[in-house]
Nanobody, 115 residues
């Protein structure tokens, strides 16, 4: 019943922008912290950004100042606005919903930054 569906990935040039969306269903969205993680080829999955139930945000140092996470509780959707993209941002980006006893993941969306 729980489903997280990412969208918005694609191919962009360095310096470009992209907005990812993650639509959640099957959960009480307002009770979950939401996050974006990414995994590049041959590397471990890493935290990109999170937004808490109260609206607080945390960013990885590598994306701070370039990415913005936000949530729309009315739409049960979390967004990741990515700007000034770099080739090293290339990865599969995963949406995460986390509560004390629950941890759900989307299938991921590919972001490729190529010159």
């Amino acid at each position: 019943q729980v489903q997280l569906v990412e969208s918005g990935g694609g191919l962009v040039q360095p310096g470009g922008s992209l907005r990812l969306s993650c639509a959640a269903s099957g959960i009480i969205f307002t009770n979950y912290a939401m996050g974006w993680y990414r995994q590049a080829p041959g590397k471990l999955r890493e935290l990109v950004a999170t937004v808490t139930i109260g609206g607080g945000t945390v960013y990885a140092n590598s994306v701070k100042g370039r990415f913005t996470i936000s949530r729309d509780n009315a739409k049960s959707t979390v967004y990741l606005q990515m700007s000034s993209l770099k080739p090293e941002d290339t990865a599969v980006y995963y949406c995460n919903a986390k509560q004390l006893r629950d941890d759900y993941w989307g299938q991921g969306t590919q972001v490729t930054v190529s010159s």
